[in-house]
């Protein structure tokens, strides 16, 4: 008895609830040791469907490394599977778990959207509201969209203007026909010339068009054109006619794929690895109307029911028109329950019966494969955009070969110090990534220790104090403690950046390169190793021979003045040597021109800033004054002005 007492003593959490898991329907989740969601899940029957997972083997290192990170089970009953299916999607999409199918678009797509109006508006956008408007889409094919659009404002008069139009403003007369009017292209809403029932007549025959029911609609306006023209209203019914023609061209444009009438869509999908690509083809009235596609990843270990149920809830949460039947692919044949659990889904959602089909022969088979081969043909081209995107320049690798670097040197980061005389000294940090530059890494500093004891300028010094200040962030996140705190001067961040939360000085350089020789890189290095950073790739390029040298070397690295890695070296330092130029000579210009004008006798510093920003120079105040001094009096003012001008004619100029 002792024994099976200690046995259940040492059963964890988990195993307990594993153990009283209740044989009904509902979902549950898995969690890792800090108490997140990593998986959810649905079944028919909870005790049954999570107990697998860890009396079976896991098929595929994923599943396997999700069981060994879960640590604690939550789970919800449901009163039914359907329930299941739709909680299940919503924490997903809430939660976003790591090891559930990530479905994403590529891009966002556009929507053509009927307003909930009085008298509503017809126009693309690629944001959905909760408004009670109707959106049909979206459209991958943005010409296409555009076309349609187009199509439908020569058709029907939908009105193209923006404005609030109520029965009030009505009445109050608050507003006025336009051109579009007059040019039969509105019939005057916001003068209340058409009756809301009729504008919104014409409003169910534009969202027929865009729901592929266009052979639906003209047979409708056939019956309307004969009765019009039964009643003697021959006008009227011209106007049907040529409707139905303009109908009639723009369904000719459509693919027919299939003799019977019915709506449907023909979902397939390609998995290769953790990819995998999902097509929808619209069918509407036998013809292809339009299609959609998405990206999933996160599905090596998924079974075909979990991607196709992502796919479908996603697709028809976002979509106003329900087909008559959804057609799926062979491997889709053993997800019966999850299918019985969908149709629940879109009767209970959308008050319409789905059949689901699964062809085993014939022109439907072929429109799967056909769904199927345009689903591979955009993975292909997810795949090409990826191997754009990790493209590795040959610079780069030859760079790592010919330092005998152990990774490659996709981020490099290079440092120089400019001054003149021990003035205005500042260093200018350049990032490239993969031999490109990011220039909104880029970062400038003002050097305050710029001078040794002897009081000229110390290149060694600026250096050391550069690389403290860019590498401390990181050494004090490593929980190295400093050998020295001093208070380091302010540096000078890009438009946009904030001093401390700088993401540039986040990121851990694959090679650091230093704009000078061996004493320039012996300073950095010995920083480095201060704050316990000295494993950090680090090399110095001298400018007169274009020498390279390590750490400790005491002749330089011998690279050929051919190869492409030293040319990517030297574009890198000129850049750096740029950089801290053209910030070098903005701060001296800046303290050569206020200083000049601060010297004059009754000109303070905030008046010397004033006409400064005014003018610009202190050339075009010489220039204002010569030329027209009434003019620069009322700029500059009275007293300013009095006193520029008494020393320009005291000193000739």
């Known amino acids: 008895m002792e024994e099976q007492e200690t046995k259940v003593k040492e059963r964890t959490p988990l195993q307990l609830k594993l153990e009283s898991l209740p044989p009904n329907p509902g979902i549950y989740q898995f969690k890792d040791k800090g108490g997140k969601v990593i998986y959810v899940g649905k079944a028919k029957n909870l005790r049954n469907r999570v107990r697998l997972y860890f009396m079976s083997k896991p098929v595929g290192p994923r599943l396997e490394k999700m069981i060994s990170l879960i640590r604690d089970l939550e789970i919800i009953n449901t009163d039914s599977e359907v329930e299941s299916l739709i909680l299940e999607m919503n924490m997903i999409k809430q939660l976003k778990p790591r090891y559930n199918v990530n479905l994403k678009d590529d891009k966002s797509f556009p929507y053509i959207v009927i307003t909930n109006e009085r008298y509503p508006r017809v126009f693309p956008t690629r944001k959905r509201r909760s408004d009670g408007s109707r959106y049909f889409g979206p459209f991958a094919d943005v010409g296409a969209m555009k076309l349609s659009l187009k199509m439908l404002r020569d058709l029907f008069m939908i009105r193209t203007c923006s404005l609030n139009i109520t029965q009030e403003a009505i009445d109050k007369k608050k507003f006025k026909v336009c051109l579009e009017y007059h040019i039969h292209k509105c019939e005057g809403p916001c003068e209340g010339l058409v009756s809301p029932e009729r504008y919104n007549e014409m409003i169910a025959e534009v969202e027929k068009v865009l729901n592929g029911k266009t052979s639906t609609l003209i047979k409708e306006l056939e019956e309307k054109m004969h009765s019009a023209a039964h009643n003697h209203q021959f006008e009227e019914a011209a106007q049907i006619r040529n409707k139905i023609e303009s109908l009639q061209v723009y369904t000719e444009r459509q693919k027919v794929v299939s003799e019977d009438l019915l709506d449907k869509d023909i979902i397939n999908f390609v998995k290769e690895e953790d990819d995998a690509c999902a097509m929808i083809l619209n069918i509407r009235d036998g013809k292809v109307i339009g299609k959609r596609h998405y990206y999933l990843d996160t599905v090596e270990d998924k079974e075909p029911d979990e991607i196709l149920e992502s796919v479908i809830f996603r697709y028809y949460s976002e979509n106003t028109f329900i087909p008559d039947e959804i057609h799926l692919p062979e491997e889709a044949g053993s997800t019966e329950e999850s299918i019985d659990a969908l149709k629940e889904w879109f009767v209970k959602n959308f008050a319409k019966h789905v059949e689901f089909r699964i062809p085993k022969r014939g022109e439907k088979v072929q429109l799967l494969a056909m769904v199927k081969t345009n689903a591979r043909f955009m993975l292909d081209e997810l795949k090409l955009q990826r191997l754009k995107r990790e493209f590795i320049p040959n610079s780069v690798t030859s760079l790592k070969r010919d330092l005998r670097l152990t990774k490659l040197p996709r981020r490099i980061e290079c440092y120089d110090i400019s001054n003149i005389q021990g003035t205005d000294t500042v260093a200018s940090m350049v990032v490239f990534i993969d031999g490109r530059p990011k220039k909104s890494d880029y970062r400038k500093f003002k050097i305050q220790t710029a001078v040794n004891e002897v009081g000229r300028p110390d290149d060694f010094a600026s250096m050391r104090e550069v690389i403290f200040r860019r590498f401390r962030k990181i050494a004090e996140k490593k929980n190295i403690s400093l050998p020295f705190q001093e208070e380091t001067p302010e540096i000078v961040f890009s438009e946009n950046t904030q001093p401390n939360n700088d993401p540039s000085f986040d990121s851990i350089p694959d090679l650091i390169v230093i704009d000078g020789g061996k004493g320039q890189l012996s300073s950095a290095v010995k920083v480095l190793g201060d704050i316990g950073l000295g494993e950090l790739n680090i090399i110095g390029l001298a400018k007169r021979l274009e020498e390279v040298f390590l750490p400790g070397a005491h002749e330089a690295q011998s690279i050929p003045k051919t190869s492409s890695s030293i040319k990517l070296l030297q574009r ?55 030329e027209n001094y009434e003019d620069f009096e009322k700029r500059a003012g009275k007293k300013a002005a009095e006193r520029l001008k008494l020393w320009l004619d005291a000193n000739n100029m």
């Open 572 to 626: 890198v330092r000129d850049e750096a040597h740029r950089f801290a130029i053209t910030f070098h000579r903005s701060l001296r210009d800046k303290r050569t021109l206020k200083s000049e004008l601060e010297d004059i006798k009754g000109i303070g510093k905030l008046t010397a800033q004033k006409l400064l920003k005014e003018f610009g120079s202190v050339e075009k105040i010489k220039e204002s004054i010569k």
